[in-house]
């Protein structure tokens, strides 16, 4: 089989690979659609999680199954299935902890494209089928379907991880897709201001769709002046942060109302440290919680998630600005993740209806 590899940090290129084997508890999966992530542009460029050689990319798609091990119970050659980016092993002592994103080790949760091989690629391998996949529900298209992989449930973790409640005013820093879950996330949860910090006209009009209330330019200054400004030098009661680099949680510190709580869910790509201005953390006791997480992946929440497309209670569509068909134009959908047009929110390969 192909598929679309870093061959080292810095280069990619379709490969030959054998096809995957099946475990007894496993799926093989062939995409039916595919979407690029940040992360892709992440690993691949920035080398951020080490150097992989030959590894197939990605961890966003939808799927027809085409095989499943004897010891599968709920799914079948044939089934169209949702795919979470995220699939753990259910078993693990993590996932008893409550942590199965971290299941085997830290972010070992994360198997597409960092631990093995992705989907880019003619077959895939899922482990613990049952636990890990979910039925596509019939009125979502392919193009949509592939946003539930990580686009929602990470944007959504955020606002889990920033702890939203009614009322609250939150400040969403970076929308791009994932972003822009976490304001459609912050809404639903009923924020009652949200503040979207970006620069794309594309991105902003999306945000403002999603619910967000004010908007806040980063390349015109400091984020937190301006949300002091426009907060009454009050600041916020929540932060999501899914976009920047290192620097940006200082901003946020300094952003936050005392017991704010900030939700990362940005993947720090480079730099060493995270700096926590001493006097705006309250000189060590301004009860202002920071917390990272890694989006929870599985069956569970990848039905409950399509459950709200499927209901019409969220709208991805607006996320899926560049959609191509057929693998051949992949390359191009990656490359132009990493450039980021003007236009772009996502680019999204059909390979199939
Ligand atoms: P994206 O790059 O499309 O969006 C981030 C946006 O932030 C961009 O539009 C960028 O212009 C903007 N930005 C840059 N600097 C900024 C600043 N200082 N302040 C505010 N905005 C700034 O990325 P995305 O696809 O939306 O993903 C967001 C992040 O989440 C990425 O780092 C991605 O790797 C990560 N991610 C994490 C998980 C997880 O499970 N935690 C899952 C998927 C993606
Ligand atoms: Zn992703």
Redesign the pocket.
Known sequence: MKGYAMLKIGESAWIEKERPKCGPLDAICRPLAVAI???DV?TLWEGAIGDRHNMILGHECCAEVVEVGELVKDFQPGDRVLVP??TPDWNSLEAQAGYSMHSGGMLAG?KFSNFKDGVFSDYFHVNDADGNLALLPENINVVDACMLS??VP?GF?GVELADVQFGDTVLV????????MSVAGANMRGAARIIA????PV?VEAARKYGATDFVN?KNGP?FQQVLDMTDGKGVDKVII????V??FAEAVKCLKPGGKIGN?????SGDNIDIPRVEWGVGMGHKQING???PGGRLRMEKLGALVSAGKLDVSPLCTHVFEGWEHLEKALFLMRD?PRDL??PIVKIAD
């Open positions: 992530c940040t992360s992440h980016a995220i994360w990580d686009m990470t973790h820093i970076g929308i791009g897709p994932v972003g822009l910090v970006g620069s794309r991105c980063y984020i899914a976009g920047g680099g620097e940006t869910v940005n993947y720090l790509g997480g890694l989006m980021k929110i996502k």
